[in-house]
Structure formats: C-alpha cells, structure tokens
C-alpha cells in the first residue's frame, strides 16, 4: 500500500482553510452591509419619530386655541353644535395625519432591502 502523500494532506487542509477564509469574508462583509442599512434606518426612524412628535406638539397648542376662540365666538348662535362641528373638523384632521404617517413609515424606507437581497442569494447559493 502506498502511503498517504504529505500534498494531499495539505492541499485538503489549505482548501478548507481558504473556504473558511472565504466564508468568513463573506459573513464580514454582509455584517457590514447590515450595519450601514441598519443606520440609515434608524436615521429615517429618527426623522419620522421627531417629525411625529414636532406635529404632535403644535397641532395640541393649535387645536387648543383655535377651539377656545370658535368655541367663545360662536356659542350664542350655535349653542352645543358648535362642539359637534369642531368634533367633526377635528376627525378629519387626525385622519389626514394618520395617511402622512403612513405615507412617512411605508415605501421600504424602514427596511433593509440590500442586506435581505444578499442574503437570500448567500442562502440559495449554499442550498
């Protein structure tokens, strides 16, 4: 029986030290990549939470003084109604509001569709 050569031994060794040399780059690499993605996510969460809360703030004040004025100007002609129309004005603003804040959050912005790319090709290439 021959012996075993000292190059195949080797050669094995060196192939699956390169291929974990590899998968290891690869792993770097895509946790780079998520970390960037992940910043800038978090910066745009940042901007619509401050957005968010800024329209918050001002819209209380606003609707606070604009109430108490309509409320005072117009309580001798309207009576009770007038808390029924600023009930309804009031509605149609918090729905607008609601569609802007949609609008802010959706549209993958809040999302990470580079990394997610990468990794479904990592997996159906290893699969």
Same mark, same amino acid.
């Given at each position: /029986?021959?012996?075993? $050569?000292?190059?195949?031994?080797?050669?094995? @060794?060196?192939?699956?030290?390169?291929?974990?040399?590899? *998968? #290891?780059? =690869? #792993?770097?690499?895509?946790?780079?990549? *998520?970390?960037?993605?992940?910043?800038? !996510? $978090?910066?745009?969460?940042?901007? !619509? =939470?401050?957005?968010?809360?800024?329209? @918050? @703030? /001002? =819209?209380?004040?606003?609707? *606070?003084?604009?109430? *108490? &004025?309509? !409320?005072?100007?117009?309580?001798?002609?309207?009576?009770?109604?007038? +808390?029924?129309? !600023?009930?309804?004005?009031?509605?149609?603003?918090?729905?607008?509001?609601?569609?802007?804040? $949609?609008?802010?959050?959706?549209?993958?912005? &809040?999302? /990470?569709?580079?990394? +997610?790319?990468? &990794?479904?090709?990592?997996?159906?290439?290893?699969?």
């Amino acid at each position: /029986m021959p012996a075993p $050569r000292a190059d195949a031994d080797t050669g094995l @060794v060196a192939g699956l030290a390169g291929v974990a040399k590899n *998968a #290891f780059g =690869l #792993f770097l690499s895509r946790l780079e990549l *998520a970390s960037l993605e992940l910043g800038e !996510v $978090r910066d745009n969460l940042a901007r !619509v =939470l401050l957005v968010g809360a800024l329209g @918050v @703030v /001002m =819209l209380w004040f606003t609707l *606070a003084c604009w109430t *108490a &004025l309509v !409320v005072v100007l117009a309580w001798d002609s309207l009576g009770w109604k007038i +808390l029924l129309l !600023v009930a309804g004005v009031y509605t149609v603003l918090a729905a607008v509001i609601l569609q802007r804040a $949609r609008k802010l959050a959706g549209g993958d912005r &809040l999302s /990470m569709p580079a990394t +997610l790319n990468e &990794l479904r090709n990592d997996r159906d290439a290893l699969l």
